[in-house]
């Protein structure tokens, strides 16, 4: 039962549904069921609040109910998250990714790159650290409204950035790195342009920019 207002004096006066049988892949309870029933049909442009309020909430949902899976890399997701990223005035708060694409990288960040397209630009260049402070300086003119990305390879291109990281810092400008790193499935040998450390697998040229 859903109301367009107020809940009026007759509970049955709401707006109703047709019943279906569904199976429950979920463990939410009512009210993330219903948010998210509520949520996923504002996103795609029904109208409110049916059909996809009497479909959705709580399992696979007939046609098209919450549980349609959209199968994403991480990298997909990321690029996809920062994509819909606004200031407060509407506009998109990452204008762009700075890209040096190399091992480490190339695989998983430049393929999201690529198929998002316009939605986050991909801006080339073929150093880090000049990519980095290309950033920076973007930053800068928004006074801290807007900022770009910036993607390196794992090895020399991510100690690249590390410069430019400790300016952004100092200077309280944003700016999002994300270098590449080490193979999370297989350990690459022998290993290219990266530092290696036999007693720790997770050591990679990133920790130059950690703090």
Known sequence: MAYHAAIA???????????FRIEAFNVL?????????LLKGWIDGENWPMPRLGR??????GDGGISDTIRLT???AMVKWLSVQMTETGERFVEGVWANFGHGDVGANGEALHGIGEALPTLRGQNEQITAHAAIAYAKTMPSKKAMAVT?????GATNMATAAALADVNRLPVLLIPGDVSANRRPDPVLQQIEDFDDGAISANVASAR
């Open 56 to 61: 959705s909430p709580f399992g696979s949902g």
């Open 152 to 156: 390196s390879p794992i090895g020399p």
């Open 29 to 37: 309870g009512a009210g993330e069921g219903l948010i998210s029933g």
């Open 9 to 19: 004096d007759q509970l049955d006066a709401g707006e109703t549904g047709p019943s």
């Open 74 to 76: 991480a990298a997909q």
